[in-house]
């Protein structure tokens, strides 16, 4: 006893304090040397953020176009393409401006009250007014206030929301309470050691602000941007050439510069993909499923690897009893029976909890009756119950199997075999006892927190799909290995202790294991990391505070519907059911979504070649511009923003992970664009031929483009005949009015030179045949490859 007064004394005065805890002038003064208890924030400003949305790739090409538009003198035109400018910035800001709360969230866990010792006197004080030397209690039910170091008292703690670890600890003497971690059992006197962000939970929270996932699709707009620009660069390049050798003024090629600059600007590519991922999050929520991060409605369509959190997510988060095993000459009933009577509700034990819930699903009622229970107690390891029975009284103890393999007679042999065998497979287990002078062993109860009952099917699903799934825990190996078999995950586990001690060989490892034991917090989000670094669109569930940073690096970080409110606030989807089955309709979903992305950007791609190389090509034949930089505008909004409904079209999912392949997609663009250019140059010789003028070959064209932009959405959207699926209704109905305005305007005269009637009507007959005889070969063409 006197070493350990002295292990106490030498603590305090190693944190400057006393058992009479701090005075309020030397706390006021630590508080302004410390800070408060609290996770310091990092936020962006609305403000910065909405700047932010002028840098970008599409933003930086309209910009280039409203520069060149107001050298031009082109007024009017560059007013328009501001408006774009801006009109594309607010929809973006508006639909992804979703503040992400996490550390909002930490601070206001730590927004609790604490019972501290300040001038001799014990004194209820909000947490975050906390300082390491300060004094302080906890019970049973408390959220621990801060780092602690116990210096009186034993307690039972709850620690897997920031370790992950399934059961629940004893701490005592000297041994660390972890802020954040809740008390189970027991009462114990502490002094802090730690606050704020030095806490444990406040290192996890600033791996939180670290993480960060890559946004894949600016990479995908930049990538397409790219080629847009690579392509313009060669065609004015071609057309300056073909001007000086021809002796055209250069001065005189610059409006067509201006005309494929503006054509070649995604301007509604953006909006699109944000539409496209909003309509699938509103989908998702209809399935249950909350998206927090609109890009995870469409990463989620790549994700090949799933890192799935064990406890609580796979596994229900509390202790079950396995199959009992009785000694000989007792029932599995007897076993239960009196484990039950060595148990109490109250104490909120999760071994007592158990057992009882236990016996209730057996239906099982004691059969005798309880005089005296002694709840459990952590030097004594077990559980004592004095019980009426017709042969008098007699005593029933539960514990640890050493403890009652000692207090009782047994086979001792047996007993061993059976105690190995289960804890090899992961079991937690605990022996009962019964007698009166002298106990025998009546039998040993095995403990584990069971899989989810959809674990397993969620799984296989999952798998079925494409995609790889790891499990992730912090038990030990035993454990985690049985629990992985069981759902179907695999059994190549590795120990993370081992894999984080080899640098050569750490990312093989992490590429190769199914299932990964012993893991602390950082180690998740190491695992994450490096399955990035590989190349893996890598998901994450969880559902505590450990998990945090892990949810917010992966690019589809899951929060499971019992989360705590960090790890729902880190995540980019939240589930709202319990299990995990909702993850299956989110995979489907996202590739939905990617499919019509993937639509409208071929379709982009499409015609931006076909109005590029078509106007430059018909440049050198007829040495005049087809077209006008204000019809080009003009078709932004009659082609770019009505094919928007796209984002709504009924689509199929694909069996496998999506992945964007942009050179790829540039290349299937260019065949279509190229046939498309073929049905462009026939209309443009037979407006020739019918003898309009430039301006009138201008409307022409300018039909011809949105006509067959139309179509060229339906020859694309399907990989078979265009007709083999229904389009969605306000896809069908925005093309018809598209069509029906155009047609409206070019006759009339709106903004753009007048055509007779019956011209614009033969356009979209040619258009419409043109697509059907491309539907063939785009069939046969696909057939091939």
């Known amino acids: 006893m006197g070493n350990d007064n002295d292990e106490v004394i030498k603590l305090l005065n190693n944190l400057n304090s006393s058992l009479d805890g701090l005075s309020t002038v030397e706390a006021e003064s630590r508080l302004k040397e410390y800070g408060f208890n609290e996770v310091k924030e990092k936020r962006r400003s609305p403000i910065e953020s909405f700047i932010l949305k002028f840098w970008a790739p599409v933003p930086w090409m309209l910009e280039v176009t409203a520069l060149l538009t107001f050298i031009l003198k082109r007024y009017l035109d560059m007013d328009i393409i501001l408006f774009l400018l801006v009109f594309n910035s607010i929809i973006s800001f508006i639909q992804e401006h979703r503040a992400e709360n996490a550390v909002e969230l930490l601070k206001s866990r730590l927004n609790i009250m604490a019972k501290v010792k300040r001038d001799g006197k014990w004194n209820l004080t909000p947490a975050r007014y906390l300082v390491p030397g300060d004094l302080v209690t906890v019970k049973i039910g408390d959220i621990v206030p801060a780092d602690l170091k116990i210096i009186e008292g034993q307690v039972l703690v709850d620690q897997s929301v920031l370790t992950g670890e399934s059961q629940p600890v004893e701490r005592k003497f000297l041994e660390a309470l972890y802020s954040g971690s809740i008390i189970r059992r027991g009462e114990a006197k502490g002094i802090v050691i730690a606050t704020g962000d030095k806490t444990y939970f406040g290192k996890t929270t600033q791996l939180v602000q670290e993480a960060k996932s890559k946004s894949h699709i600016q990479d995908i707009i930049m990538k397409i941007v790219r080629y847009l620009v690579a392509i313009d660069v060669v065609l004015v390049v071609a057309l300056t050439v073909f001007a000086i050798i021809n002796g055209i003024n250069v001065s005189e090629t610059l409006p067509f510069s201006l ?393 199929r999912y694909s069996m496998s992970p999506e992945r964007w392949d942009v050179g790829r997609i540039v290349k299937s663009s260019l065949v279509i664009a190229s046939l498309v250019i073929v049905e462009s140059f026939f209309i443009l010789w037979l407006s020739l031929v019918m003898g309009f003028s430039h301006n009138e070959i201008h409307t022409v064209t300018f039909d011809m483009l949105v006509f067959s932009g139309q179509f060229t959405i339906y020859l694309i959207r399907e990989r078979g005949r265009l007709w083999s699926s229904l389009p969605s209704k306000p896809l069908i109905v925005s093309s018809i009015a598209d069509i029906i305005v155009v047609t409206l305007i070019s006759f009339l005269g709106i903004l753009v030179t007048p055509i007779p009637l019956w011209f614009a009507l033969i356009v979209l007959t040619i258009t419409l045949l043109f697509t059907l005889l491309f539907d063939e070969i785009k069939v046969k063409f696909l057939r091939l490859s």
Request: with cysteine; aromatic share 6%.
């Open 259 to 651: 005309v494929v600059l503006i054509a070649s600007v995604p301007v509604a590519l953006p909006a699109t993909f944000t539409i496209a991922m909003a309509l699938g999050a509103e989908e998702l929520s209809r399935k249950g499923i909350l998206v927090t991060r609109l890009s995870a409605s469409e990463d989620i369509a790549s994700m090949d690897v799933l890192n799935l959190d064990k406890t609580g997510t796979l596994t229900e988060n509390r202790l079950r009893v396995g199959d009992p095993i009785p000694c000989k000459g007792y029932t599995k009933e007897d076993v239960v029976s009196l484990s039950t009577l060595a148990s109490d509700e109250a104490s909120q034990d999760p071994i007592d909890l158990a057992v009882i819930e236990c016996s209730k699903a057996m239906g099982i009622v004691p059969k005798f009756k309880r005089i005296h229970f002694e709840p459990f107690d952590p030097t004594k390891k077990r559980t004592e119950a004095l019980i009426s029975t017709p042969d008098g009284e007699m005593l029933v103890i539960k514990g640890a199997p050493q403890v009652i393999r000692e207090l009782a007679n047994v086979d001792k042999d047996w007993f061993d075999q059976q105690v190995k065998s289960l804890s090899a497979k992961g079991f937690r287990v605990i022996a009962v006892a019964m007698g009166k002078d002298k106990l025998n062993v009546v039998g040993i109860l095995p403990l584990y927190d069971r899989p989810r009952q959809d674990s397993s099917t969620f799984i296989h699903e999952i798998k079925e799909l494409g995609v790889k799934p790891k499990m992730v825990t912090g038990d030990n190996t035993s454990i985690a290995v049985e629990i992985a078999k069981e759902v179907g995950i695999g059994d190549k586990v590795c120990n993370m202790r081992e894999i984080m001690m080899n640098d050569q060989e750490r990312e093989k490892s992490i590429e190769e294991c199914q299932v990964f034991a012993e893991v602390f917090p950082e180690d998740k989000y190491t695992i994450v990391r490096s399955l990035q670094s590989n190349g893996h669109i890598v998901g994450m569930t969880g559902d505590g505070v450990n998990d945090a940073p892990a949810l917010k690096q992966a690019e589809v970080g899951i929060a499971v519907s019992n989360s705590t409110d960090v790890a729902k606030a880190s995540a980019s989807m939240v589930l709202t059911h319990e299990g995990l089955t909702d993850i299956v309709e989110a995979i489907k979903t996202g590739r939905k979504i990617y499919q019509r992305m993937l639509t409208y950007t071929m379709n982009k791609i499409t015609k931006t070649l076909q109005i590029v190389i078509f106007l430059t090509i018909s440049f050198f034949l007829t040495r005049f511009f087809v077209t006008t930089p204000f019809d080009v505008i003009l078709l932004l909004f009659f082609n770019d923003f009505v094919t928007m409904s796209i984002a709504t079209d009924n689509v």
